[in-house]
């Protein structure tokens, strides 16, 4: 079968697959390009977190990208059912870490608690109508996108409803599908709930909840992979001939390098920053090797699922 212009339709599927993996790899390193560009123009001086350049000229890249990776996590199939999940998921947490900040650093928000009171305790330089200006600025973008993003985010669960209740036939989605559009609704709902009820409250805590939430979902689906890829090796090979587990040398690099610099961060020894940087870097890591492996052959049939 082929399109309007004589490419096979398989081939079709099988280059935007191989085009949108590719895509998050780049989103990642543009997000790292820009940050490590706007720390030289401020002098090699990191702020607290990678989030915290939400603050800086880089902030159109920096929401810009996770949008971007949150729609090709949501929008990509998974190789196994609950990987696909977790990819939905985790999409939906990218989103949210994107569009509501977190403090700039100590500093501003101790700026923002106290212009917030009559006091003579300020520290020395600043300027309150400065710091409410901003403070309302990131105040009104996390109005417009939340209701932007709620809105998006209903319409695309109510379609994806229509359209699994429309395909009936056998095998084609399971119970499986369905625990996933009921996650993607739980967490669709205490969101709006949230924002809601408790607006201020979300303001300044959805940003942490949603990058926790995103780095167990990242975390969960780098151990799914290690263990597909230990249940496919053949179990009377000889050791040698054993292919590497690379998912699982990832996982176990992701959650010492985690664990470690978890500490150091509590301590007070590293910022937030270096964290987040190796996270997202071990991210890209694990999926340019699923990437390699899962590209499909442009003779395939259909992507793989």
């Known amino acids: 079968m082929t ?10 599927w099988a280059r935007s697959y191989r085009y949108v993996r590719i895509a998050m790899v780049a989103l990642l390193v543009g997000l790292g390009v820009s940050v490590i560009y706007q720390t030289a123009q401020q002098g090699w001086h990191l702020l607290s977190s990678v989030s915290a350049y939400y603050y800086t000229p880089a902030q159109s890249i920096f929401v ?7 729609a090709c996590m949501i929008a990509l199939r998974g190789t196994t059912d609950p990987e696909d999940v977790l ?3 985790g999409g939906m947490f990218a989103a949210v870490v994107a569009i509501v900040p977190t403090g700039r650093d100590n500093d501003f928000r101790t700026a923002v608690r106290l212009c917030g ?6 520290p020395d330089g600043v300027d309150c109508l400065s710091v409410r ?6 105040r009104a973008n996390v109005e417009n996108n939340m209701f932007a993003l709620l809105v998006l985010g209903g319409l695309g669960i109510l379609a994806t409803v229509v359209i699994v209740a429309r395909e009936r036939r056998p095998g084609r989605h399971g119970r499986s599908t369905w625990i996933g559009i009921a996650v993607a609704l739980l967490v669709y709902a205490s969101a709006l709930g949230f924002f809601v009820a408790a607006e201020d409250r979300f303001i300044s805590t959805a940003h942490y909840v949603a990058a926790l939430g995103l780095f167990a979902c990242i975390l969960a689906v780098v151990f ?8 496919e090796r053949t179990p009377d090979a000889p050791p040698a001939q054993l292919p590497r587990n690379r998912y699982s040398v990832i996982a176990l690099v992701l959650i010492g390098a985690t664990g470690l610099l978890l500490v150091l961060w509590l301590t007070g020894v590293l910022t937030l920053f270096w964290l987040e940087i190796i996270v997202a870097g071990l991210f890209a890591v694990f999926w340019t090797v699923q990437t390699v492996e899962q ?5 395939a049939e259909e992507p793989p699922a």
């Open 3 to 12: 399109g309007d212009w004589g490419v096979p339709v398989h081939e079709t």
């Open 64 to 70: 810009g990208s996770l949008i971007g990776l949150g």
């Open 87 to 89: 990819l939905n998921i």
């Open 117 to 122: 009171v009559a006091t003579d305790k300020l």
């Open 133 to 138: 200006a901003l403070e309302a600025a990131a």
């Open 224 to 231: 799914i992979n290690a263990r597909r890829h230990q249940q």
């Open 295 to 299: 590209i499909p052959a442009e003779t």
